[in-house]
């Protein structure tokens, strides 16, 4: 009998924790209609062994033992937030999606790989090539975005373009530094960096390209209406579909050989007026992947 009641008292501890063992574990930083994008890629309704949680929706959530007694075996951080909170695991493969943060992070996290939230620069050299756009103005912060410039300069060197880049350490900074590009560039591409592009500082970039009548080229199509001339934006879709197929390889054992991944693919937004008027439209190509 005293060893019926021992076995029952450890499957009573043992079984909760074998009863949410699952594959996945999805870490949402908020609900956001972006993520919801993402995650119908992911095919997030037909899996049936993960568990989600969005961060905001809590005070405070221990990720850390939440794993520990869950067993989880994969994560997937959406959002910076998210990312944060799974940094803390050192053990359990992470994937990390639509943060800004994945390459940068990457290289010292055995456990962390990503999809970045870039465009990959071949992309963005192709369409200034198409612009005939030899001299492109870049502002950025080199703390946030400088692991991207890096290979971004590799690549516009390759197809015979110059980066003319200025750095700021404040968004204060930006207008002053678009300023000094006036007259030694035919393009200028904003970067989706914290501190060189701010709600305050967007519209420095559009009074500088009309200004100096250059096309601005952008990351997000939400900046079409307000003077963009083209975007490259990552199809949200495409991305959740990519991260699946990752998923799935980590799921079944198979080494993931890049800490860091571009997106799949990216679509061309274009803002015909303003192409039109800087006489672009004509010989501007089409990148869809």
């Known amino acids: ?75 997937l951080a959406i959002g910076d937030a998210a990312l944060k909170e799974a940094r803390k695991i050192r053990t359990t493969p992470v994937l990390a999606l639509m943060t800004l943060a994945v390459p940068a992070q990457t290289a010292n ?25 030899h001299r492109v103005g870049v502002i950025y912060n080199p703390a946030r975005s400088g692991w991207y410039l890096k290979q971004a300069r590799q690549a516009a060197e390759q197809a015979g373009i110059e980066l003319v880049v200025r750095d700021v350490a404040t968004s204060r900074e930006t207008p002053e ?35 100096n009548s250059i096309p601005v080229i952008s990351f997000s199509g939400s900046y079409l209406p307000l003077g963009a001339a083209a975007a490259l934006e990552i199809d949200r879709y495409a991305l959740g579909r990519q991260a699946d197929s990752l998923a799935a390889q980590i799921l079944s054992g198979q080494k993931i050989e890049q800490p860091a991944v571009w997106p799949s693919r990216a679509a061309l937004k274009r803002n015909s007026t303003v192409l039109q008027r800087l006489g672009i439209e004509t010989r501007l190509v089409n990148i869809t992947d």
């Open 109 to 133: 996290q055995p456990n962390l790989t990503g999809i970045s939230m870039f465009a990959s620069p071949e992309k963005y050299v192709e369409l200034f090539r198409s612009m005939k756009a």
């Open 1 to 75: 009998m005293r060893r019926l009641i021992l076995l029952i008292i450890a499957l009573a501890t043992l079984l909760p924790n074998l009863a949410m063992a699952y594959d996945v574990l999805i870490l949402q930083s908020r609900r956001d209609p972006s993520y919801d994008e993402v995650l119908k890629g992911f095919r997030f309704e037909q899996k049936s062994s993960l568990r989600m949680l969005v961060l905001a929706d809590y005070a405070e959530v221990d990720v850390v033992r939440i794993v520990r007694e869950d067993h989880p075996r994969l994560i």
């Open 177 to 211: 530094q678009l300023a000094s590009l006036a007259g030694k560039v035919d393009a200028l591409w904003m970067l989706p960096d914290a501190t060189a592009l701010t709600r305050d500082s967007a519209e420095s970039y559009f009074n500088f390209g009309q200004q």
